[in-house]
């Protein structure tokens, strides 16, 4: 999944960021931070095998990622929640999910990478190039009398 297309749905996320408005950047930040948090819930309940502590992180992370456009990021989570409840009923630990948790830390870390670039105008412009056409341009001199 190294396409950016692949890891985010680019005209879903620009209907919400037009929907949202002023507040979409705000909204950005909440995902960011709860994102980061579910994540680290959902590690922490693997690592302590409390299978009941995977379903909330997994469940608003799924909703997070939908409404930006991470749809995969929100198909893994969504795996977690529906795996996590049906062995909450069924008594048993998921360790079937491990490589989903692991999938899942690297998708976050690629979809905040990605709108970043998407929202900051300073990570979005490139970078000119070391050697251009004709002089260099000087404006040293410029307003100088």
């Not at 909440?30 to 819930?41: L, T």
Request: hydrophobic content about 40%; proline content about 5%.
């Amino acid at each position: 999944m190294s396409d950016d297309q692949d890891i985010v749905d680019w005209v879903h996320f620009e209907r919400s960021r037009t929907e949202l408005g002023p507040g979409f950047i705000r909204i950005l930040g909440y995902f960011r931070e709860d994102g980061a948090k579910s994540v680290s819930q959902i590690e922490q309940a693997m690592r302590e095998q409390n299978t009941a502590a995977l379903v909330i992180p997994a469940h608003t992370l799924k909703g997070e990622s939908r409404q930006l456009g991470a749809e995969p990021m929100a198909k893994i989570a969504e795996l977690i929640e529906t795996t996590a409840r049906f062995c909450v009923e069924s008594r048993r630990f998921p360790d079937e999910l491990v490589p989903e948790v692991v999938e899942l830390r690297k998708m976050f870390e690629q979809t905040v990478e990605l709108f970043d670039k998407a929202t900051n105008p300073l990570l979005s412009r490139s970078r000119p190039a070391a050697s251009g056409f004709g002089r260099k341009a000087n404006n040293q001199t410029f307003g100088r009398i």
